[in-house]
């Protein structure tokens, strides 16, 4: 449990250090719909989305290995 941690710990912080250096904008385009935004909410929004995915399929994942 405590490497798991200190993996998550360094992947957060290779993270953090990779969206401080990369301020510049971007336009996120979907359908008709575009937003300009800092590449650094970009990324950070889509590392929230990968976390809350995998919680997700891991959830479900376990929540059938239970019923089988």
């Known amino acids: 449990m405590r490497l798991k941690i200190i993996i998550i710990l360094i992947i957060a912080l290779l993270f953090l250090i990779i969206i401080v250096q ?11 719909w575009e937003v300009t935004l800092p590449l650094i909410v970009m990324l950070f929004a889509t590392f929230v989305l990968g976390i809350i995915t995998g919680m997700v399929v891991g959830s479900i994942s376990r929540h059938k290995n239970k019923k089988v």
């Open 22 to 32: 990369n301020v510049q904008p971007v336009i996120f385009s979907l359908f008709h």
